[in-house]
């Protein structure tokens, strides 16, 4: 399963940005049953969970984006954002979306490709 995500790019510290993330049509019918989430990863770190949402609204978010990134789905559209507001150089990562299910906490199945989202001081 190949998702989609876009949105990222270079903002300034303070700024926002919004990604997106459109799941392919093999699970259009589908997609509303699935849990997704959000991951970043920076060079020689581990990907982090930023935030995610079950098939059922509930959202989790890490400690670091709370307050300032809102994870949202519109399974009409097939998408899944995540809006960044109050973005910090720490932000600066490779956002992934993912496809997964919730167990005692969220793992992912299938990833997008990624996008970059660069935050200058």
């Known amino acids: 399963v190949q998702l989609q995500a876009s949105g990222g790019g270079l903002v300034q510290a303070g700024g926002s940005l919004r990604l997106s993330c459109v799941a392919p049509r093999s699970i259009f019918s589908s997609f509303r049953s699935y849990d997704m989430g959000w991951y970043r990863q920076t060079p020689g770190k581990q990907r982090e969970l930023v935030a995610s949402?079950?098939?059922?609204?509930?959202?989790n978010s890490a400690d670091s984006v709370k307050g300032r990134f809102t994870i949202s789905r519109d399974n009409g559209k097939k998408k899944v954002y995540l809006q960044m507001n109050g973005l910090k150089p720490e932000d600066t990562a490779v956002y992934y979306c993912?496809?997964?299910?919730?167990?005692?906490?969220?793992?992912?199945?299938?990833w997008g490709q990624g996008t970059l989202v660069t935050v200058s001081s």
């Open positions: 993912t496809r997964g299910y919730f167990d005692t906490d969220y793992s992912p199945l299938d």
């Open positions: 949402i079950s098939s059922g609204g509930r959202i």
